[in-house]
Each structure stands twice: as structure tokens, then as C-alpha cells.
């Protein structure tokens, strides 16, 4: 046990520090601080020396330099375990410093909300890692705080053990240190190296740097001779399904996690409906059923009647409070995963006997990053979890999120015949749906409800082919229904099927060297066709 006698706190971040000096002071430690973190403790009645009157040196260069001094990197560095070390503290007149409490300049916040360079690097904090890299290494005698979450624990160990804090949680909180500093230089690493020599950002920097916190470790991954881990950014995005709370269920797994992941970012989609509930089943990382209905209950109904034989064992997820009635007929199925905004104390009562469900609640985004332009950008943290990373054979792809979206005012008809008003909003019911379908996609929709999806084909005829084949062993008619194709008809047959299924109208990007055989076979048809000028390739 290391006892806490003389503590260095300097903090750009001040939440609940008072209470945490206050803690330290009523032990008897010793306070040695800098500029506004000093005024505020001595602002609250609590007992300080400025760094600079412990080193005898006054701060210099607008601040840049108070903390780099021998007094105080030999006071964290030394090994109290070697006689040399202790004998040179003692000739330098350096005192130990046992507690270091220290986080930094806000990088990131800085770049953020589209900082100068200049204003960006004068958030280059330098005494602050290097105090934390000091503490952190010297563990063994020395502990540090990084995080202001970190106050509680460490008082309630000095009060078990009369002021002293124990080898295990010194490593822990080095573990974090080091962490800490890793995660703000790859911050600056990640913003610099985006920028050319005139100062123009780059979306993607030279270098990429990513940080992760491990939330488990899985049972295995996709396959039980595969290990697998769980891990989320450092401050996940809102609305994420890293955010999730568990109230009930086994662990997740590796497949749970992935197709519950599919199923929340294709839900949450629907959030601004804002007078309809929506629906979303996944099943092998797919939509099997997806509608919006008046309630919950309704769209569950019509979601599970698209292919009932799929949404066995499947994921479930809403985009409104899960209530008791919904909760009593998810049961009757068998569910891997529910997951919803809320779910209600009836509805949590009427899964208590359901007790391998897994149910989450995620946040709905607020506001939800609908479009590139309202995502989050500058290269902060919350930029880089927006971004999409697929690992690859010694690299790493990296893309910007599928946020397009498109209103009735965007959709151009290429055919004689016009989509009525209802088939308009079928139309974008559908095209939403297929963003999460894997590519080939097809689509069959009617009324806010799918009516067959063919997902993950080599062919889009296939696709079309499975589509209408789901729809006929679920007994859904497709007669006057819709149709979405996440990528252009390549030739005409595509289409012949899905108008020989019954569809009255298609929604699909456009852009083949064919789209004039494809107009035509649609006008032969008598079906409505609209254009989009974008695709959703998922794969």
C-alpha cells in the first residue's frame, strides 16, 4: 500500500474536483497545483501551493512551461524501493509526490467546432502527458488519476485503508493513464495529418488512429472455434448500440451484437414518423420484416407476418417504448434480442419469465444525424465513430456512413405512368428498408409493410426470384405492390419478374447503360417508376 501524503492536481476538466480535494485534505495531503486549477481550490477554502512556489521557478512562456522541473518529475518518478533514488530526492531537496491528478487540454473539443490550426495547437497540452506518462510508469509507488469518474474510487480505497491506495488499483488507473494519452496523441496525430501544407482538411488523415474500450469478452465469435471481444469507442456516438442497457437476458454474443446492431440502425431510421411506430426483424444480419403501424403491437404484427419462418430466433427491435400488450406477443415467439428506446415496468414484468431474452435499451439519437450535413464533423471522436470500417487482409477500409436520404421532392419518375400519393410513401418505405438489406437487394412493400425481401444474392434476378417466393410461403399477396432495388437493373428481366409478382410501382437508382430498355419494359408494363440518382450497396 502506497499511503497518499503530497498530491499534484492540475485539470482542464474541474468536474467534482472540489469534493475530491476536499476528500484528500481531510487525510492530511498535501496539495501542489497550477493556474485555474489552483484558484479554483483555494476559491472553495481548501489549502494549496502553487507549483511555482514549490519550484522556486515562476511560470513561463504564457504557461507553457511550470510543471517541467526536476521537482516535480523527480518527486513522481523516483522508485521509493532504491536507496539511490530516495538519496538523490533528498540532496535535490525534491519531496515525493504520491498522487498525480491530471487530464488534459480539450483537443478534440477544440477541432471540434472548426478551430484554426493556430487555436488547435495551443490545445497541444505538453506538461500533461508527460506528468501522466511519469505517474503512470511509476506505478509501483505512484498513483494517477485520469478520470474525473475515478474520484469516488480512489477516496472510498484511502478510507478502507487510513490514506492509502493499494498496488492493484495503481495498476488500473496507469492502465487508464496510459490509455488516456494514447487515445489525445492520436487525436492530434489524426487532425495534423489531415491537413495539407495550405491548410485545407482532408476527410481521411495520413494517419488514422483508433481507440477502443473493451466491454467483454464473448463466449466466442462467429463460430465457437473463434474467440471474440467486445469493444466500443472511447465516447460512443448517441444513439449507438454500444450505448445499450441490459435489463435482462443472457450474455450477448457475437452474432447477437451484429444483428442487433442491424436491426437498431434500420429502426431508428424511422424515428422522424413521428405519429407511427415502426419495426424491425433481423435475422443473419438481415431485415426479414420490417412495417410502421399505428402502435407498436401493429407494426410487430405486420413486421412478423412478412416471413414468420425467418423471425424464429431473430432480433426485434422498435423505435417506441416497448409496451405490455407488444411484450406479450413477442413472447409467443421464440426471440434472441428485443431492443427499444423504453420498455415499460408491465412490459418488463410480462418478459421476467422469458429469462434467456436478451433485452437492450438504446437511446433514440436527438437530434438524429440524418445527412452528412448534420453529422458530426472536425476529426473528433465523434466524427471518427460515424465512420464505417471493414478489416481487410493486412489493412483497413474506411468510409463515410450511408446517411443519404430522400424526400418525395427528390424521387424523378422516368415512366408514362406516375406513382400515386400512397405509392409515393410506400415508395420511400421501401427505399428505406432497403438500405439494410445486403446487396443484391429486392424489396416488395405495400402499405408500410414488406411483403418479401430477397437479400445477398450474386444476381438481382435471384433476388427478385427469392423476394416473391417469401412473400407467396408467408400468403401475402403482391398485387399493386412496391417495389425497391438498392442498385440499378442491369436489363429488363429483373423487372419483368417483379411485374409478373404483381408490383404496380419500382423505386431504384438509375444510372445503367440500359435504363432506356428498362423505361420501356416498365411503360410495357403499365408499372410507375421512379429514380433516386443514388444507390445502397451493402455488403
Same mark, same amino acid.
Given at each position: 500500500?502506497?499511503?497518499?501524503?503530497?498530491?499534484?492536481?492540475?485539470?482542464?476538466?474541474?468536474?467534482?474536483?472540489?469534493?475530491?480535494?476536499?476528500?484528500?485534505?481531510?487525510?492530511? /495531503? *498535501?496539495?501542489? +497545483? #497550477?493556474?485555474?486549477? &489552483?484558484?479554483?481550490?483555494? @476559491?472553495? $477554502?481548501?489549502?494549496?501551493?502553487?507549483? %511555482?512556489?514549490?519550484?522556486?521557478?515562476?511560470?513561463?512562456?504564457?504557461?507553457?512551461?511550470?510543471?517541467?522541473?526536476?521537482?516535480?518529475?523527480?518527486?513522481?518518478?523516483?522508485?521509493?524501493?532504491?536507496?539511490?533514488?530516495?538519496?538523490?530526492?533528498?540532496?535535490?531537496?525534491?519531496?515525493?509526490?504520491?498522487?498525480?491528478?491530471?487530464?488534459?487540454?480539450?483537443?478534440?473539443?477544440? /477541432? *471540434?467546432?472548426? +478551430? #484554426?490550426?493556430?487555436? &488547435?495547437?495551443?490545445?497541444? @497540452?505538453? $506538461?500533461?502527458?508527460?506528468?501522466?506518462? %511519469?505517474?503512470?510508469?511509476?506505478?509501483?509507488?505512484?498513483?494517477?488519476?485520469?478520470?474525473?469518474?475515478?474520484?469516488?474510487?480512489?477516496?472510498?480505497?484511502?478510507?478502507?485503508?487510513?490514506?492509502?491506495?493499494?498496488?492493484?488499483?495503481?495498476?488500473?488507473?496507469?492502465?487508464?493513464?496510459?490509455?488516456?494519452?494514447?487515445?489525445?496523441?492520436?487525436?492530434?496525430?489524426?487532425?495534423?495529418?489531415?491537413?495539407?501544407?495550405?491548410?485545407?482538411? &482532408?476527410?481521411?488523415?495520413?494517419?488514422?488512429?483508433?481507440?477502443?474500450?473493451?466491454?467483454?469478452?464473448?463466449?466466442?465469435?462467429?463460430?465457437?472455434?473463434?474467440?471474440?471481444?467486445?469493444?466500443?469507442?472511447?465516447?460512443?456516438?448517441?444513439?449507438?448500440?454500444?450505448?445499450?442497457?441490459?435489463?435482462?437476458?443472457?450474455?450477448?454474443?457475437?452474432?447477437?451484437?451484429?444483428?442487433?446492431?442491424?436491426?437498431?440502425?434500420?429502426?431508428?431510421?424511422?424515428?422522424?414518423?413521428?405519429?407511427?411506430?415502426?419495426?424491425?426483424?433481423?435475422?443473419?444480419?438481415?431485415?426479414?420484416?420490417?412495417?410502421?403501424?399505428?402502435?407498436?403491437?401493429?407494426?410487430?404484427?405486420?413486421?412478423?407476418?412478412?416471413?414468420?419462418?425467418?423471425?424464429?430466433?431473430?432480433?426485434?427491435?422498435?423505435?417506441?417504448?416497448?409496451?405490455?400488450?407488444?411484450?406479450?406477443?413477442?413472447?409467443?415467439?421464440?426471440?434472441?434480442?428485443?431492443?427499444?428506446?423504453?420498455?415499460?415496468?408491465?412490459?418488463?414484468?410480462?418478459?421476467?419469465?422469458?429469462?434467456?431474452?436478451?433485452?437492450?435499451?438504446?437511446?433514440?439519437?436527438?437530434?438524429?444525424?440524418?445527412?452528412?450535413?448534420?453529422?458530426?464533423?472536425?476529426?473528433?471522436?465523434?466524427?471518427?465513430?460515424?465512420?464505417?470500417?471493414?478489416?481487410?487482409?493486412?489493412?483497413?477500409?474506411v468510409q463515410t456512413p450511408d446517411h443519404f436520404k430522400i424526400d418525395a421532392s427528390?424521387?424523378?419518375?422516368?415512366?408514362?405512368?406516375?406513382?400515386?400519393?400512397?405509392?409515393?410513401?410506400?415508395?420511400?418505405?421501401?427505399?428505406?428498408?432497403?438500405?439494410?438489406?445486403?446487396?443484391?437487394?429486392?424489396?416488395?412493400?405495400?402499405?408500410?409493410?414488406?411483403?418479401?425481401?430477397?437479400?445477398?444474392?450474386?444476381?438481382?434476378?435471384?433476388?427478385?426470384?427469392?423476394?416473391?417466393?417469401?412473400?407467396?410461403?408467408?400468403?401475402?399477396?403482391?398485387?399493386?405492390?412496391?417495389?425497391?432495388?438498392?442498385?440499378?437493373?442491369?436489363?429488363?428481366?429483373?423487372?419483368?419478374?417483379?411485374?409478373?409478382?404483381?408490383?404496380?410501382?419500382?423505386?431504384?437508382?438509375?444510372?445503367?447503360?440500359?435504363?432506356?430498355?428498362?423505361?420501356?419494359?416498365?411503360?410495357?408494363?403499365?408499372?410507375?417508376?421512379?429514380?433516386?440518382?443514388?444507390?445502397?450497396?451493402?455488403?
Amino acid at each position: 500500500m502506497s499511503v497518499i501524503k503530497t498530491a499534484l492536481i492540475s485539470v482542464s476538466d474541474k468536474t467534482g474536483l472540489a469534493e475530491f480535494a476536499r476528500g484528500l485534505a481531510a487525510f492530511g /495531503v *498535501a496539495i501542489l +497545483s #497550477t493556474g485555474g486549477t &489552483a484558484k479554483l481550490l483555494k @476559491d472553495c $477554502g481548501i489549502a494549496v501551493t502553487e507549483v %511555482s512556489d514549490h519550484t522556486g521557478v515562476p511560470e513561463m512562456l504564457d504557461g507553457r512551461v511550470k510543471t517541467l522541473h526536476p521537482k516535480i518529475h523527480g518527486g513522481i518518478l523516483a522508485r521509493r524501493d532504491l536507496p539511490a533514488h530516495v538519496d538523490a530526492l533528498a540532496a535535490g531537496g525534491i519531496a515525493p509526490i504520491d498522487l498525480v491528478v491530471v487530464n488534459l487540454y480539450p483537443f478534440s473539443r477544440t /477541432v *471540434a467546432r472548426g +478551430s #484554426t490550426l493556430e487555436e &488547435a495547437v495551443e490545445q497541444i @497540452d505538453i $506538461g500533461g502527458p508527460a506528468m501522466v506518462r %511519469s505517474a503512470a510508469k511509476n506505478y509501483a509507488h505512484v498513483a494517477v488519476v485520469t478520470d474525473c469518474a475515478d474520484y469516488a474510487v480512489v477516496l472510498k480505497e484511502m478510507q478502507a485503508a487510513n490514506g492509502a491506495i493499494g498496488a492493484p488499483t495503481r495498476f488500473a488507473l496507469a492502465q487508464k493513464a496510459f490509455s488516456h494519452t494514447a487515445a489525445y496523441d492520436g487525436a492530434i496525430s489524426n487532425y495534423l495529418t489531415s491537413l495539407s501544407a495550405s491548410g485545407a482538411r &482532408a476527410t481521411f488523415p495520413q494517419r488514422l488512429n483508433l481507440h477502443f474500450e473493451r466491454v467483454q469478452t464473448l463466449r466466442y465469435g462467429e463460430n465457437p472455434h473463434q474467440n471474440a471481444a467486445f469493444y466500443r469507442d472511447l465516447d460512443p456516438v448517441p444513439g449507438g448500440l454500444a450505448r445499450y442497457a441490459q435489463s435482462q437476458g443472457k450474455a450477448l454474443s457475437y452474432n447477437n451484437i451484429a444483428d442487433a446492431d442491424a436491426a437498431w440502425e434500420c429502426v431508428k431510421t424511422f424515428d422522424d414518423l413521428e405519429n407511427e411506430a415502426a419495426c424491425v426483424i433481423v435475422k443473419h444480419a438481415n431485415p426479414c420484416g420490417v412495417a410502421v403501424a399505428a402502435t407498436p403491437l401493429d407494426a410487430y404484427r405486420l413486421a412478423f407476418a412478412t416471413d414468420p419462418t425467418s423471425a424464429f430466433g431473430g432480433v426485434i427491435a422498435f423505435n417506441r417504448e416497448l409496451d405490455a400488450a407488444t411484450a406479450h406477443a413477442v413472447c409467443a415467439q421464440f426471440v434472441e434480442v428485443l431492443i427499444a428506446p423504453q420498455v415499460s415496468v408491465q412490459a418488463k414484468a410480462a418478459l421476467a419469465n422469458k429469462e434467456n431474452v436478451r433485452v437492450l435499451e438504446v437511446q433514440l439519437p436527438s437530434p438524429r444525424f440524418s445527412s452528412p450535413a448534420s453529422a458530426p464533423q472536425g476529426g473528433a471522436s465523434a466524427a471518427w465513430n460515424q465512420m464505417e470500417y471493414k478489416r481487410i487482409g493486412g489493412g483497413l477500409l474506411v468510409q463515410t456512413p450511408d446517411h443519404f436520404k430522400i424526400d418525395a421532392s427528390d424521387l424523378k419518375t422516368v415512366t408514362r405512368v406516375k406513382p400515386t400519393v400512397q405509392q409515393r410513401e410506400d415508395l420511400l418505405f421501401a427505399w428505406r428498408v432497403a438500405k439494410y438489406v445486403k446487396s443484391n437487394a429486392i424489396v416488395f412493400c405495400s402499405q408500410g409493410q414488406t411483403l418479401g425481401i430477397g437479400a445477398g444474392q450474386m444476381s438481382r434476378v435471384d433476388s427478385a426470384r427469392i423476394a416473391a417466393i417469401k412473400a407467396k410461403n408467408a400468403n401475402l399477396s403482391l398485387a399493386g405492390s412496391v417495389v425497391a432495388s438498392d442498385a440499378f437493373f442491369p436489363f429488363r428481366d429483373g423487372l419483368d419478374l417483379i411485374a409478373d409478382a404483381g408490383a404496380a410501382a419500382v423505386i431504384q437508382p438509375g444510372g445503367s447503360l440500359r435504363d432506356d430498355e428498362v423505361i420501356a419494359a416498365a411503360d410495357a408494363r403499365g408499372l410507375a417508376m421512379v429514380f433516386t440518382g443514388h444507390r445502397h450497396f451493402r455488403h
